[in-house]
């Protein structure tokens, strides 16, 4: 417990790998504050996020050799730092995704985050969440899109909060800069922030909108986690 504090504590003032207290931390925390405040559009946003790893291949390649080497332990997120602070906290990570290996669709609450490709091809199925309440979730399908290397996804309350995607024609790297909200940055909606939806089980409620039940993260994964297991 006491050793737990400590290691926020240092994070918070700033011990850790040198990029999370440096420009790049900088440039996200911006980003996400205009976000926040409604001062950019988020597919603008997510262009500029775009730009910024396209003029900068030694972004990409820092995050692809040093944590996307083939020798390394493939978790499925790899948290590769985080900079807590009293009332936020930043989260960096690595998405592994095997070919045909797919995120079940979930939504999110009390977080937001880009997700950068950083190798290979990302199928990309997103939607805006409309309303959720206890087990129920009313959500908006956007058409399906295909991701390639630099291409950037969002996701907010405000804009896609619901999303899945998968790895086509090969392995997926992405890299996840996302916020937490709460005391610590600790907001908790479910064991792992996730809400997944049973999108098989989805009925059609109007011409734009769908509705679905959440399921347990376990069988998510046991009847979502393969691009071709589903529809
Ligand atoms: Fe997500």
Redesign the pocket.
């Known amino acids: 417990m006491l050793s737990n504090i400590l290691e926020r504590l240092k994070d918070a003032f700033g011990y850790g790998s040198k990029y999370y207290n440096g420009d790049l931390i900088e440039y996200f925390d911006d980003l996400f504050k205009q976000l926040e405040k409604k001062l950019i559009e988020p597919e603008n946003a997510k262009s500029k996020v775009k730009e910024l790893f396209l003029a900068n291949q030694d972004l990409k390649s820092h995050f692809l050799d040093t944590y996307c080497d083939k020798q390394q332990e493939r978790k499925h997120l790899q948290i590769i730092g985080s900079k807590v602070r009293l009332f936020n906290r930043l989260r960096f990570g690595i998405i592994n995704l095997e070919e045909n290996g797919y ?1 079940p669709i ?1 939504c ?1 609450q009390g977080f937001i ?1 880009f997700q950068i490709v950083l190798a290979g091809k990302c199928t990309l199925d997103e939607f805006d969440k409309i309303s959720l309440k206890g087990n129920k979730v009313i959500f908006k399908p956007y058409k399906n899109q295909v991701l390639s290397s630099n291409d950037v996804m969002l ?1 907010f309350s405000r804009f896609r909060g619901i ?1 899945g995607f998968g790895a086509i024609e090969g392995p997926t790297r992405i890299l996840t800069i996302g916020k937490y909200y709460g005391l610590f940055g600790k907001y908790r909606f479910s064991t792992n922030n ?1 809400g997944y939806l049973d999108i098989d089980n989805q009925k059609k409620i109007s011409s734009q909108l769908l509705q679905t039940s959440l399921i347990e993260e376990r069988e998510a994964y046991s009847k979502y986690s393969k691009i071709n297991n589903f529809s």
């Open positions: 995120e979930h999110h985050s996701n999303h996730r």
